[in-house]
């Protein structure tokens, strides 16, 4: 049996240079893959998660001051405190991002329900970042998205210059304030608030004693 032998073609110039060229491309895709893979994995290392103390202002505000006046537009409609009189105001300054002003809705949602005809209740919203992106910024959808993520049904708002966190924000997140019905801040608080304690805090308000500075809180 007969076999035909043939000789191997030789490539010519123009296909060596394109099989080079091809290669050249592979590689520079490659790194540039890589070096996709590497930014985007020292961006999310180098990402630190915000804290509650993360507050970007601390105002200078104390019990027994008269209480800076704010106006902001509630879920509930517009609350102005220049002309909320006649019951005191209860005031939160949150972040919709931090745990903690997250589970405490669920602590203002009862004192909302037991004290809402007798307080004026409005949350402020007070961090200049997003919900779910500590690099974007607080927008009016994120609060909307808060309330209903949590259920909240007490008065909240968007306060995109955050007059009212540069005003009464303490070192953290979230911040209570108790104004009583001549205008004077009653109590200060910081952080997740027992229920207990708010509520004693609001009926020695509510019947003109004098409550505790720190809502029951240690220093």
């Known amino acids: 049996m007969s076999r035909v032998e043939r000789r191997p073609s030789i490539p010519s110039r123009a296909d060596i240079e394109a ?16 070096a996709i893979v590497i930014i985007v994995a020292i961006a999310l290392a180098s990402r630190v998660p915000k804290a509650a103390s993360d507050a970007p202002v601390n105002s200078v505000l104390t019990v027994g001051q008269k209480a800076p006046e704010f106006s902001v537009s509630t879920t509930a409609g517009p609350f102005d405190l220049a002309t909320a009189t006649g019951k005191p105001t209860f005031l939160e300054v949150f972040a919709t991002w931090c745990p903690h002003c997250q589970r405490e809705t669920a602590v203002l949602n009862e004192l909302f329900a037991k004290y809402g005809s007798r307080v004026n209740f409005v949350a402020v919203a007070g ?21 209903q993520r949590f259920g909240v049904t007490y008065p909240i ?19 209570l304030v108790l104004i009583g019905t001549d205008g004077h801040v009653q109590a200060i608080a910081e952080g997740e608030v027992p229920l207990a304690s708010m509520a004693s805090t609001l009926d020695a308000s509510l019947a003109g004693k004098t409550p505790d500075p720190k809502m029951g809180m240690k220093s």
Not at 157 to 175: H, R, W
Request: no cysteine.
């Open 157 to 175: 708002a968007f306060d995109p210059n955050l007059d009212v966190a540069k005003k009464y924000l303490q070192g953290a997140f979230p911040t």
């Open 19 to 34: 099989q080079a060229k091809r290669r050249r491309l592979a590689v520079i895709a490659s790194l540039s893959v890589m």
């Open 127 to 147: 961090s200049p970042y997003s919900m779910e992106d500590s690099s974007a910024p607080e927008t009016q959808a994120d609060v909307v998205a808060f309330g």
